[in-house]
């Protein structure tokens, strides 16, 4: 099967990611996320390559080979403070226009659908990890960082737009799939 969107929740079952409000770990939440952009896709009629929520982000970059073509997005949720706001989307150092301009519409969007503010798009080198393995990949990657999982405001933005950000994310990565 050739696959077009590769799509990680960024976590597994062994890592939990962050905790935010009220004890929610950043695992459950982006792999809830990931399944309802992926649904949406596969009702697009489009090719969805997965992680596997046992499977650890290595393990899944070894597995997955995109295509320039292809569009690789892994979505996080950010953790600070408590009180930091806001929506970005991480792109490699040295991206392609296409990661570029896809990142932009989800960033824009996502501050918008949700009333949150934009951080803007960032290099992952502007990121708190600096380097992100992700970003190695061929197509249009990126990193949509969706909110402060550990701000209430920021999660209840979310909470009330979930699934219209999934639609959302679905159509902007099925704009940018070039198969």
Do not use: W
């Not at 806001?86 to 896809?102: T, Y």
């Not at 402060?148 to 099925?174: E, P, R």
């Amino acid at each position: 099967m050739k696959y077009i969107i590769h799509s990680s929740a960024g976590h597994h079952n062994q890592d939990s990611g962050a905790i935010g409000v009220n004890g929610r770990k950043e695992a459950d939440e982006t792999k809830i996320f990931r399944d309802l952009v992926n649904k949406e896709l596969r009702r697009m009629g489009k090719e969805v390559e997965q992680d596997d929520d046992n499977e650890t982000l290595g393990q899944y970059l070894g597995r997955i080979n995109p295509t320039d073509k292809d569009v690789v997005i892994e979505p996080h949720f950010n953790a600070f403070n408590g009180k930091a706001r806001g929506v970005e989307v991480l792109i490699a150092d040295n991206a392609n226009e296409r990661s570029k301009a896809m990142a932009k519409e989800l960033v824009d969007g996502y501050a918008r659908i949700m009333g949150i503010p934009n951080r803007g798009v960032k290099t992952e080198s502007q990121s708190a990890r600096g380097k992100l393995a992700l970003m190695r990949k061929k197509g249009a990657v990126a990193l949509p960082e969706i909110c402060f999982m550990d701000n209430a405001k920021d999660m209840a933005a979310y909470d009330s737009n979930k699934v219209n950000l999934a639609c959302f994310t679905a159509n902007v990565i099925a704009k940018y799939d070039l198969n």
